[in-house]
């Protein structure tokens, strides 16, 4: 059995989110074996791995780049940047800003979004008006807070080349 409490605190409201199980060999009646579906993933994960899904086993956490230098300019090689989150611990909430060296912000991929345990994130080189970014040196700021309140601040350096 399970109900709305076991939704995560996170949720303003937890109305067509579903509820995911995090891990298949661990009792389905455990309240702690439950989890709201991330908000990357829909809030759903029909006919897919479930996005909180964890196993037991201990991973190391990652937060990593397909590649530090990318060109936006449709040739089909290294046209985006991936962001690849990587985490031990279901629920965890994430805010992920682009910043130019001037320290403005440039976009804005997630702003309080609820991540599953692996998830993705690409940035296509547009910036927050949807017109390109000009090429440049930029920080991706990626802030993920756990369940319990850990915070933690990652910045990444990305060069857009046209």
């Known amino acids: 059995h399970y109900n709305a409490s076991m939704h995560t605190d996170f949720l303003r409201d937890p109305e067509g989110v ?3 199980r995090t891990d298949f060999d661990k009792p389905a009646g455990s309240p702690h074996n439950w989890h709201s579906a991330s908000s990357a993933s829909g809030y759903a994960t029909p006919c897919r791995v479930n996005s909180q899904y964890h196993s037991g086993e201990v991973k190391q956490e990652e937060v990593t780049l397909s590649s530090e230098v990318f060109s936006p300019d449709q ?6 940047v991936t962001l690849h989150i990587q985490l031990r611990e279901p629920g965890c909430m994430a805010t ?3 910043f130019d060296m001037k320290g403005e912000k440039t976009t804005d991929l997630g702003a309080r979004v609820l991540l599953g345990t692996d ?3 690409t940035w296509d080189g547009m910036a927050g008006d949807q017109k390109p970014a000009n ?3 930029y920080i991706m700021y990626v802030e993920i807070c ?7 601040k990652i910045k990444k350096v990305i060069t857009l080349t046209r």
């Open 75 to 80: 040739d089909g090689l290294d046209d985006q």
């Open 135 to 137: 090429p440049g040196i």
């Open 96 to 98: 992920i800003l682009i």
């Open 119 to 121: 998830e993705y994130f």
């Open 146 to 152: 756990s369940p319990s309140g850990d915070v933690k």
């Open 18 to 20: 579903s509820l995911e």
